[in-house]
């Protein structure tokens, strides 16, 4: 059974850090484009950044410079390193496997002082 699984979400302060895990299963991903996004309460899903099977990087312009995505493909996971956070990145995070229905089920991250 093909599944993704986010963690690492939680509270913190603004300017703090947090670090996402996407751990993978059922399926070797490291062929495929791997995606972070953000839903709000009330707000559209927001793609965040994705990472090719390359490593070649892009970012959705509000996370430029403070949001870092990578992977390590012998653990078939991805990782969202989110720095100076902002009360405006609180969401729900998920990840995808890019051009696939291929989700998880999300990890909570809330900037709140």
């Known amino acids: 059974q093909v599944r993704l699984v986010e963690s690492g979400g939680g509270l913190v302060q603004p300017g703090e850090s947090l670090r996402l895990t996407c751990a993978a299963s059922?399926?070797?991903?490291?062929?495929?484009?791997l995606a972070w996004y953000r839903q709000a309460p009330g707000n559209e899903r927001e793609w965040v950044a994705e990472?090719?099977?390359?490593?070649?990087?892009t970012y959705e312009e509000s996370v430029k410079g403070r949001f870092t995505i990578s992977r390590d493909t012998a653990k078939n996971a991805a990782y969202l390193q989110m720095n100076s956070l902002k009360p405006e990145d609180t969401a729900v995070y998920l990840c995808n496997v890019a051009a696939t229905n291929i989700w998880g089920q999300g990890t909570q991250v809330t900037v709140s002082s």
């Open positions: 990472i090719t099977s390359y490593g070649s990087t």
């Open positions: 059922g399926r070797d991903f490291r062929m495929y484009t």
